[in-house]
């Protein structure tokens, strides 16, 4: 072969000069490109990782009574339904009193660390604000979340086991407002500014001595702007039913009322005063009526003594002069005097001496004269007190006061001890009149008895003796009614039969062809001519009277 190859060099003439090429194989570079894939996916893996470290935000603890709905690495935190953060673990506490909550937020909601940060379970819910979280029936639940102002962080939270009513980032201002009792209110009962929702409860609770409540209202902006310092908050909760001596009054702000409860408020026409600042405290009267009411000043307890049923009689009771209310029943009691041995019923009444005027208040301040020396001179003009019903339908009685000139004055000072007050303070006392009941009910007993004492028996028997005479008499007028139809009456008909023919006799004597209408025409004419002759002698007469002895003159040719 070789000898082949060097013929065949020698044959060319290129042995010598040319070297023989050489077979190099070529390199492979497809495995290498395969690792481009991992390297590339690693690079973007931990840019990613990068990314992620640089925009996390700080992990915050949240504890909550229950994990109800919650779930790692799906329930997200959400402030104003968008998302910044995500629940990564759930475990129970060390006690197992309730359930951690890892959350890691984002880096834009660092914000949410704040201290005073507030986090809650956004689910279904029914409460007095309304009805909210119905979203979630399909998302699911997720961590509500509303920023705190705090400069101090945490990382460590309590959840909220409602949502907050009112958010930070709300626009208006908070009240308090004191009361006796809560009522039918409630958190988010609703706050109404002439019947327009402007607001709502956000807390209650307990004063310190335990006598009443303070309540937290919020009103929303711009309606804020409406709260003054004379402005007055009562209860619109439920039905404002009232049954007293003016009737039956039934007064509702509107149906949330009904069901939720709520509050009003409004200040006196032109007097709303300047604006109420955050946090003023105010007075929450039971009604609009109570909220509008003038201070009355200073009140005086005057009693009263009555002999006869109070029934219908209770405390708070009106207390009226001439038909203006100037007061109430404060006490109504019983009280036996062994002396006498009767039973009387004090009754405590407090009245407002303002309530009669300006000009009556102004005279009592001149006045040189005790409150009791005034008092007992307007007795001596009569001035009592007196039961009086101010609704038949439901019973209700009021006291009314007046002046009755026929009663007999009594001294108005007490030494007795009466239940419910001082004995050292001397009260004032009013004589009392019988009720206008009483006194028609005592007209009533005594008409009574007289008709008790009419012999009724008596006059039954006469009326029946009568009745039979009467029944005997028109039995003898019936028959002499048929007597007389038997007997008089074919009588009458022949005379009424003849008088019928001497009428037709006239009316032919008297008719105009008749011959007695002719005879009479003809005699009356002779009559007016012998009248006419009869004339003319006497004027002739009366012109030649000498004719009677010398006879009528012959006429002259």
Not at 339 to 353: A, D, G, N, R
Not at 443 to 459: C, G, N
Request: net charge neutral; proline share 5%.
């Amino acid at each position: 072969m070789n000898e082949e190859k060097t013929g065949e060099g020698k044959a060319d003439g290129l042995t010598e000069t040319v070297p023989m090429p050489r077979k190099v194989r070529q390199r492979d570079w497809i495995p290498s490109l395969i690792w481009l894939i991992p390297i590339v996916a690693a690079v973007i893996g931990l840019s990613l990782a990068v990314n992620t470290w640089i925009e996390r935000g700080p992990e915050i603890t949240i504890a909550f009574s229950s994990g109800e709905g919650l779930e790692a690495g799906k329930t997200k935190v959400k402030y104003k339904e968008v998302e910044i953060g995500m629940v990564q673990l759930i475990k129970l506490s060390e006690d197992h009193s309730h359930v951690l909550v890892s959350v890691q937020l984002k880096k834009e909601a660092k914000g949410f660390t704040a201290a005073d940060s507030r986090f809650w379970v956004v689910r279904p819910r029914i409460a007095g604000a309304g009805v909210s979280g119905l979203g979630t029936l399909l998302s699911g639940p997720y961590i509500g979340a509303d920023a705190g102002v705090s400069a101090e962080k945490a990382d460590k939270f309590t959840g909220l086991e409602v949502p907050p009513i009112i958010t930070r980032d709300a626009s208006g201002r908070q009240y308090a407002l004191h009361a006796t009792d809560i009522g039918s209110l409630d958190i988010g009962s609703p706050v109404y500014y002439r019947r327009i929702k402007v607001g709502q409860v956000t807390a209650f609770d307990l004063d310190e001595d335990g006598r009443g409540i303070t309540i937290r209202i919020f009103v929303n902006a711009p309606y804020d702007k409406y709260v003054g310092i004379n402005t007055r908050f009562w209860h619109a909760s439920g039905f404002d039913m009232q049954i007293n001596a003016n009737g039956f009054t039934l007064n509702t702000q509107s149906l949330a009322t009904v069901v939720l409860g709520g509050l009003s408020f409004q200040a006196p026409e032109e007097n709303r005063g300047p604006p109420a600042k955050e946090n003023t405290a105010f007075v929450l009267a039971v009604n609009q009526a109570e909220a509008f009411k003038e201070e009355d000043g200073e009140a005086e307890i005057i009693l009263l003594n009555f002999k006869q049923s109070v029934r219908g009689l209770t405390p708070g009771a009106e207390v009226s002069f001439r038909g203006l209310i100037i007061g109430h029943v404060k006490s109504v009691g019983i009280e036996y005097d062994p002396k006498t041995q009767e039973f009387s019923i004090p009754v405590l009444v407090e009245v407002y001496p303002a309530r009669l005027g300006r000009k009556f208040i102004e005279e009592r301040k001149r006045s040189k004269y005790t409150p009791q020396q005034r008092l007992q001179f307007m007795i001596n003009r009569g001035l009592s007190a007196q039961l009086r019903i101010g609704n038949f339908l439901t019973g209700q009685i009021y006291i009314a006061l007046d002046f009755f000139p026929k009663v007999t004055p009594v001294k108005n000072d007490v030494s007795r001890n009466i239940a419910g007050t001082d004995a050292s303070v001397a009260l004032l006392q009013l004589p009392t009149i019988p009720s206008s009941a009483d006194e028609i009910q005592t007209q009533v007993s005594e008409i009574a008895l007289k008709l008790s004492k009419v012999p009724f028996d008596q006059i039954g028997s006469d009326l029946q003796q009568s009745l039979a005479m009467l029944k005997q008499t028109l039995d003898s007028t019936g028959q002499l009614a048929e007597r007389l139809n038997n007997d008089v009456a074919p009588e009458i008909t022949m005379a009424m039969k003849d008088l019928h023919k001497t009428l037709n006799a006239a009316e032919r004597t008297l008719s105009a062809d008749a011959p007695l209408q002719q005879d009479l025409r003809q005699t009356l004419q002779e009559l007016a001519r012998a009248a006419a002759s009869l004339r003319i002698l006497t004027d002739y007469l009366q012109r030649h009277p000498e004719s009677v002895i010398r006879g009528k003159r012959e006429d002259k040719q």
